[in-house]
T-cell receptor
Framework: EPEVTQTPSHQVTQMGQEVILRCVPISNHLYFYWYRQILGQKVEFLVSFYNNEISEKSEIFDDQFSVERPDGSNFTLKIRSTKLEDSAMYFC??????????FGPGTRLTVL | KQEVTQIPAALSVPEGENLVLNCSFTDSAIYNLQWFRQDPGKGLTSLLLIQSSQREQTSGRLNASLDKSSGRSTLYIAASQPGDSATYLCAVLTQGGSEKLVFGKGTKLTVNP
């Protein structure tokens, strides 16, 4: 069964460093998403991506965040200058049109 | 602004019991509602998707119902097993062109052998 994959599973970084989180969505899906979950809190939407551009973003998704689909299979989230409060589990998801969103296993980001 | 609430926050039951998890949402203009399972430190596994035009969906021992007008959904788990222990999340996709799922905080279920 097709699944969304994410790498790395755990990333530790120093405050102020750049990180790139990687995702491989399900191959025939058209919509791609990033969500995050701070420990003990709700899962929060960050951004959606369709047709090679951002289609929607939340207030959290400020200028330090960017997304890219560098090739036909990968989807990345870049955080330019990490802050302590960026520590969270980051989930990638993909879907067809107005359909079930399938989530990856997540990347746990720890900012020291 | 859509808000999703799940009650109870935690539930502990003996094995074999039937149980109901509740989800409510403030804006009834939804496109669909999804129930997910999350194991500790893991990703989200989609369990059921209910479109706004549907009243319920079933998968094995799981049955989810939707009452859009009252802003409620329930997840019924029959004959619970220790392997069902996890956090169950409800999420809605609101109408109006938004593609984002809005999540509840979840119900942490423990099924005791």
């Amino acid at each position: 069964e097709p699944e969304v994959t994410q790498t790395p599973s755990h990333q530790v970084t120093q405050m102020g460093q750049e990180v790139i989180l990687r995702c491989v969505p399900i191959s025939n899906h058209l919509y791609f998403y990033w969500y995050r979950q701070i420990l003990g809190q709700k899962v929060e939407f960050l951004v959606s991506f369709y047709n090679n551009e951002i289609s929607e973003k939340s207030e959290i998704f400020d200028d330090q965040f960017s997304v890219e689909r560098p090739d036909g299979s990968n989807f990345t989230l870049k955080i330019r200058s990490t802050k302590l409060e960026d520590s969270a589990m980051y989930f990638c998801a993909s879907s067809g049109v107005w359909d079930t969103q399938y989530f990856g296993p997540g990347t746990r980001l720890t900012v020291l | 602004k859509q808000e999703v609430t799940q009650i109870p926050a935690a539930l502990s039951v003996p094995e074999g019991e039937n149980l109901v998890l509740n989800c409510s949402f403030t804006d009834s203009a939804i496109y669909n509602l999804q129930w997910f399972r999350q194991d500790p430190g893991k990703g989200l596994t989609s369990l059921l998707l209910i479109q706004s035009s549907q009243r319920e969906q079933t998968s094995g021992r799981l049955n989810a119902s939707l009452d859009k007008s009252s802003g409620r959904s329930t997840l019924y788990i029959a004959a619970s097993q220790p392997g069902d222990s996890a956090t169950y999340l409800c999420a809605v996709l609101t109408q109006g062109g938004s593609e984002k799922l809005v999540f509840g905080k979840g119900t942490k279920l423990t099924v005791n052998p």
